[in-house]
Nanobody, 124 residues
Framework: VQLQASGGGLVQAGGSLRLSCAIS????????MGWFRQAPGKEREFVVA????????NYADSVKGRFTISRDKAKNAVYLQMNNLKPEDTAVYFC??????????????????WGQGTLVTVSS
């Protein structure tokens, strides 16, 4: 399984961005997916996860109501719509994938495959 994240950039506070994660490999669409982020000088943290069949989604409290995860199985892609961005959202964002038919999880250790990251910078 290979993951390719894209869509990062520079945006002003209050603005929006949509990140994409292209997934390739065995049964790419039947896996739980997550987004994580790592701010400068900080540890990587959980943002959101979606279960393999899309019936369960978990958001970090810091992004609830502002970020939305979605999936297009026909395109083998997962998206992260980020609205009302804040300077504290500045980070490298990573998409990650779990094993087949998996649930949405918070822990990085539950994710076997990772993309390379895309940088989101929010200016104040």
């Amino acid at each position: 399984v290979q993951l390719q994240a894209s869509g990062g950039g520079l945006v002003q506070a209050g603005g929006s961005l949509r990140l994409s994660c292209a997934i390739s490999g065995r049964s790419a669409g039947n896996r739980a997916m997550g987004w994580f982020r790592q701010a400068p000088g900080k540890e990587r943290e959980f943002v959101v996860a979606i279960s393999w069949n899309d019936d369960s989604i978990n958001y970090a409290d810091s992004v609830k109501g502002r970020f939305t995860i979605s999936r297009d199985k026909a395109k083998n892609a997962v998206y992260l719509q980020m609205n009302n961005l804040k300077p504290e959202d500045t980070a490298v964002y990573f998409c990650a994938s779990r094993k087949l038919y998996s649930s949405a999880r918070y822990s990085q250790e539950d994710y076997a495959y990772w993309g390379q990251g895309t940088l989101v910078t929010v200016s104040s």
